[in-house]
């Protein structure tokens, strides 16, 4: 026992218990829509013609997506364990940013999976923020 899985605490503060569900929530989203670029289990919905484009030039790539999908899986483990953690969010931020500025941009219809999982990413990284103090000194 490492003493950081708050699991073993039954008395959690609110915080700690909003940071346990979202980062379960988190995690599991990250490996399911990750695994989902492999195994294709739950259609693509029809996006507009840019977004379509776009998205056909990140598979068309040959290695982008098989290396988002990689990121997501690999990043949505280390959280579901809460091992890396915040080595993992600061690796997914820019993935995320990005899915959420292609719905935004490109197909609106689905910016509220991205941007909730954006939330979710900035909630963790913030509820972890001394883990970044370093990063951040000049």
Request: hydrophobic share 55%; proline share 4%.
């Amino acid at each position: 026992y490492n003493g950081d899985d708050i699991c073993m605490n039954q008395n959690l503060s609110p915080m700690n218990k909003a940071q346990l569900i979202i980062r379960i929530l988190f995690g599991l989203i990250l490996v399911i829509f990750g695994s989902n670029k492999f195994l294709h289990f739950m259609p693509m919905p029809p996006m507009p013609e840019a977004a379509g484009a776009f998205m056909g030039a990140l598979v068309d790539s040959g290695y982008l997506m098989t290396l988002v999908a990689l990121v997501e899986i690999v990043a949505g483990v280390s959280i579901l364990i809460n091992k890396y953690k915040t080595l993992a969010l600061v690796i997914l931020l820019p993935v995320i940013l990005n899915a959420f500025l292609f719905h935004l941009f490109l197909d609106l219809s689905g910016i509220a999976g991205s941007a909730v999982a954006l939330m979710m990413n900035l909630f963790l990284m913030y509820a972890n923020k001394e883990s970044y103090r370093s990063l951040l000194k000049s």
